[in-house]
């Protein structure tokens, strides 16, 4: 019976001079001298004593992973060159395919001002932009058909709101962005429907350049390009879509107020009247007036369409 206690202190002593050479000494020393005592008393001691053991191993193993993530260097994104963290912010923020509903900047842009002052360019330069007008104040009659109230209210908080966003900078940066009314309708009912919409104009001035730059070229190709691409433009020009011209003051409201209507007449003609009753186009224009002046890189081309369908 004693030769199998030396045996079971040896094996446990062994498993404790894994975790630390003096706690092994300890338990080694502790149950050799508790060799005399009952069996049922050694077996609770011996269970106390590989408890303590395995608090010990846990306790090892836990310091061991905090001085490993203490020692671990941290990854100093901003020392990434500027081309890679383009490419992240890209990845990040860019809509491919599809518009972007909301003006409001990427949570990415609060880290600091250096990612602010670089991504902005990004997700405002390189997204579409499709944002709903929600300028109406709507009751329902009989608890069924929506009516659009008389009330300014929903309107001056949209025109808060691209404030808000007119002071983050990013409008300048704009390349395509629409502005989209839908009048509120009922199920199945007819509606009219008013848009303004921004778009920039320097990659086709580029394009441009780069034909009188190449005046001359013997490439079939390349002059067949420049034909269509010409043809284009004059096209483009000549639309009566158009809101204002190369020489609109987007900070004068009256002269924005005078070219949205001027278009919007010429466009829908005789139904423009009946398009006035049901579409609050002075708060189209508000809010026309609130961003335009701010987009710098797409206030050069700003097309207005309307359409009356679901």
């Known amino acids: 019976m004693q030769n199998l206690r030396h045996v079971g202190a040896n094996g446990i002593c062994q498993f404790g001079n894994r975790v ?5 000494l300890l338990l080694r020393t502790s149950l050799l001298l508790c060799l005399d005592i009952k069996p049922d008393a050694l077996k609770g001691f011996l269970a106390t004593l590989v408890s303590a ?16 993530d203490h020692d671990r260097k941290p990854f100093h994104f901003m020392k990434l060159p500027p081309e890679l963290r383009l490419e992240i912010y890209h990845f990040a923020v860019v809509q491919k395919g599809d518009s972007t509903y909301t003006l409001q900047p990427p949570a990415l842009a609060q880290v600091c001002r250096q990612i602010r002052a670089e991504i ?10 499709y944002i709903p007008l929600n300028i109406d104040v709507i009751s329902y009659e009989d608890d ?27 409008l300048k940066y704009v390349k395509n962005l629409g502005f989209h009314y839908s009048e509120p309708v009922f199920e199945d009912s007819y509606n009219y429907l008013l848009s303004f919409e921004f778009s ?19 490439n079939p190709a390349w002059n067949k390009y420049e034909a269509v691409l010409k043809e284009y433009n004059n096209n483009k020009n000549q639309r009566d879509d158009r809101i ?20 919007l ?18 708060g189209v224009i508000d809010v026309l007036f609130k961003v335009a002046q701010h987009c710098h890189a797409a206030n050069r081309d700003v097309r207005l369409s309307w359409d009356y369908g679901h």
Not at 20 to 24: G, I, R, S, T
Not at 148 to 157: C, V, Y
Not at 200 to 212: A, F, M
Not at 250 to 263: L, P
Request: proline share 3%.
């Open 20 to 24: 630390n050479p003096l706690f092994a």
């Open 244 to 263: 204002g011209d190369d020489n609109i003051d987007w900070g004068d409201y009256e002269a924005v107020r005078k070219a949205f209507n001027v278009t």
């Open 120 to 129: 902005l360019p990004v997700y405002y330069g390189e997204n579409d932009f």
């Open 144 to 170: 069924m058909y929506p009516i659009r109230e008389d009330d300014a209210t929903q309107l001056a908080a949209f025109l808060k709101r691209c404030g808000a966003i007119v002071s983050t900078g990013g």
């Open 53 to 68: 053991v395995i608090m010990v191993r846990k306790k090892t193993i836990s310091n061991k992973r905090a001085k490993r």
């Open 200 to 218: 920039s104009g320097n990659g086709d001035e580029n394009k441009n350049t780069q034909s009188d730059d190449r005046a001359g070229n013997d």
């Open 265 to 282: 007449d010429r466009e829908v003609g005789i139904e423009s009247h009946d398009l006035r009753d049901h579409v609050p186009v002075d």
